[in-house]
């Protein structure tokens, strides 16, 4: 019977391994489900968190913010203190700010401003600006000394002279009438003008750019808006051209600028108005031009404007920005025309002070049309509609 027996002896062992099979199959099967609950259970605790922090903790935000301002360092300089101290003077702190903003900030400014004679508007810059002047005023106002530079004698010079009303009023509009530019003035010169044939406004505007006179278009320097790090060359429209801002940054290069706008001799306006600081722009020369629109629109413009209209605009714009240091009379014409609400003027002065010397400027709108032709002793002569009122 030995085959019998060896059948019953390996019957045992075969039964084992099967049971143990099975138990090992069922052991996996645990560890898995375990592992998918874990997961399952960091799945749902991190989703927890997430929404806690986002969304059921917003009260304590305030708190978040106020422990981090704690963190930040607190300018206790003299000059920041200084300016806070300046920004809560003019602040009415019993006002709600979330009933009116303005009267918050701005309230107890507006309550205890006052404006000087002469001035037309008041705000916190033209106050630093008078800061200043007060400043410059005490330096020119010193006499002239051996070992003063040049520019320093000339300035003092400036002030005296402006300052010497009685001599003004003597010269009284001599020196602008002497001027070439009085004389090719057609409003001035009345039916005798003949500057018609000849006239060329390439040639025009180069030479009253060259005098900082801007009638067609404005330049200047400033940071670029797009890099700070660099100062860029712009031209742009008239003020009252700019108002879509979002066409503001137009880069190109000063000959791409007279290909594009080849009905005016813009590089050369340019050229001619750096020259004054004798600067020379390269073609290469970076400008940045501010609403191209208006430029586009204004070849057709100048293409079917009067010429005589055109040589009045640049014979008003070079007077309005030379007769302001004259007579008393144009100085109250100045104040007149600024208080009218579409004046583009911020201050003038109806009579002299040293302040309005300090702060003569170099342009500016002074009058209308007829109040100047007429003050300048010339009846404003209107021979078409094409050019009246410029």
């Not at 592992?35 to 903790?57: G, M, N």
């Not at 320097?221 to 003020?239: E, F, G, K, Y």
Request: charged share 25%; net charge negative; proline share 6%.
């Amino acid at each position: 019977m030995p085959s019998s027996n060896a059948d019953s002896e390996t019957e045992p062992i075969f039964n084992w391994s099967l049971s143990e099979k099975r138990s090992g199959t069922a052991h996996r099967c645990l560890i898995f489900l375990v592992i998918l609950l874990f997961i399952a259970s960091a799945v749902f605790l991190t989703l927890f968190l997430v929404y806690f922090f986002k969304y059921e903790d917003r009260d304590k935000a305030p708190a978040v913010s106020n422990q981090k301002a704690d963190k930040m360092e607190v300018c206790d300089t003299m000059d920041c203190l200084k300016t806070a101290s300046l920004l809560v003077e003019k602040m009415d702190r019993s006002v709600d700010p979330c009933e009116d903003f303005a009267e918050y900030a701005c309230g107890t400014f507006l309550k205890t401003v006052k404006m000087d004679v002469g001035e037309t508007r008041k705000n916190s810059f033209t106050i630093l600006n008078d800061e200043n002047n007060e400043i410059l005023k005490s330096i020119l106002g010193e006499e002239t000394m051996p070992d003063d530079p040049d520019y320093v004698t000339n300035v003092k010079n400036l002030y005296q002279s402006c300052m010497d009303e009685a001599k003004i009023e003597d010269i009284g509009l001599k020196p602008f009438l002497d001027t070439p530019y009085a004389k090719e003035w057609p409003t001035l010169i009345g039916q005798n003008w003949t500057g018609e044939a000849a006239f060329d406004l390439n040639n025009v505007i180069i030479r009253y750019m060259a005098i900082s006179v801007e009638p067609i278009f404005s330049y200047g320097v400033s940071t670029d808006i797009m890099n700070p790090l660099r100062n860029t060359i712009w031209i742009t429209a008239p003020m009252e051209e700019r108002r879509d801002y979002f066409k503001l940054y137009n880069p190109t290069t000063l000959a791409a600028l007279g290909q594009n706008y080849s009905y005016m001799d813009i590089p050369g306006a340019l050229r001619a108005g750096f020259s004054i600081a004798n600067m020379t722009l390269s073609d290469e020369q970076e400008i940045t031009v501010l609403f191209p629109a208006f430029f586009e629109k204004l070849e057709s413009v100048l293409a079917n404007a009067d010429k005589r209209a055109l040589m009045n605009l640049f014979g008003f714009k070079t007077a309005l920005s030379r007769v302001g240091g004259l007579t008393k009379k144009l100085r109250q014409i100045s104040l007149e025309w600024a208080k009218r609400p579409c004046a583009p003027t911020t201050i003038t002065y109806d009579v002299t002070t040293p302040i309005s010397c300090v702060g003569f400027p170099a342009e500016d709108w002074l009058t209308g049309p007829v109040e100047l032709i007429s003050h300048l002793g010339f009846p404003p002569l209107w021979a078409s509609s094409s050019y009246a009122g410029l």
